[in-house]
């Protein structure tokens, strides 16, 4: 089946820091990758679509200055939260999906996550 | 925006008895998904629908794809411990304009008790 592999697993840093989170498609081309946020005990929130070479499409509510969003290829996208502050501590998910044959879509698959916490 | 209501929010079970969860919406999805989700993980894709009124089964677990294309569930047969977790149902919009943005369902916690 479909892997996505995201790192770091987990991520422990000052306020202050910058920290880049990488979301790979291992073995398909992702035309689409999604990055989520889940806090505790709740579902997952979608934070921003990104397609390959163009920008990301940011959901109401996510400074996109705060969550820079990079997707420069069919198997990488990386989401790096800037001067990261401890509101921002939280697990971050990404998810990939390419394109069947037939024109239809793939649905989404989903790396094992980023536990972000922020001191 | 699309709603999807999940029930139940919780289950607690007997190892070998069947469970059912469902998830309806105010509106229609051309596609269904069953996840589940592990602490400290990314979601599993467990099963995926396609067509209104598919029934799909993967082992254990079977999903339907409500008629209507508002509502679809998903029942885990002879439950055993590892079925524990957190199942979202999710729906992805009508056509590609929206990027196939999913709408989740807040989750149904499994426990299934030996």
């Known amino acids: 089946g479909a892997v996505v592999s995201q790192h770091p697993s987990r991520v422990i840093c000052k306020s202050g820091t910058s920290v880049k989170i990488e979301c790979r498609s291992l073995?398909?081309?992702?035309?689409?990758m999604f990055w989520y946020r889940q806090f505790p005990k709740q579902s997952l929130m979608l934070m921003a679509t990104?397609?390959?070479?163009?920008?990301?499409?940011?959901e109401q509510g996510v400074e996109k200055d705060k969550f820079l969003i990079n997707h420069a290829s069919l198997t990488l996208s990386t989401l790096t939260v800037t001067s990261a502050h401890p509101e921002d501590s939280s697990f971050y998910i990404c998810?990939?999906?390419?394109?069947?044959?037939?024109?239809?879509?793939?649905?989404?698959?989903f790396g094992d996550g980023t536990r972000l916490s922020i001191l | 925006g699309q709603q999807l209501n999940q029930s139940p929010q919780s289950m607690f079970i007997q190892e070998g008895e069947d469970v059912s969860m469902n998830c309806t919406s105010s509106s229609i999805f051309n596609t269904w998904l069953w996840y589940k989700q592990d602490p400290g993980e990314g979601p599993v894709l467990l099963i995926a629908l396609y067509k209104a009124g598919e029934l799909t089964s993967n082992g254990r677990l079977t999903a339907q794809f409500g008629i209507t294309r508002k509502d679809s569930f998903l029942n885990i047969s002879a439950s055993i411990p590892s079925d524990v977790g957190i199942y979202f149902c999710a729906g992805q919009y009508p056509g590609g304009g929206s990027n196939y943005k999913l709408t989740f369902g807040k989750g149904t916690l499994l426990t299934v008790n030996p």
């Open positions: 990104s397609n390959e070479g163009s920008k990301a499409t940011y």
């Open positions: 073995d398909f081309q992702a035309t689409t």
């Open positions: 998810s990939a999906r390419g394109e069947g044959r037939s024109g239809l879509g793939q649905p989404q698959h």
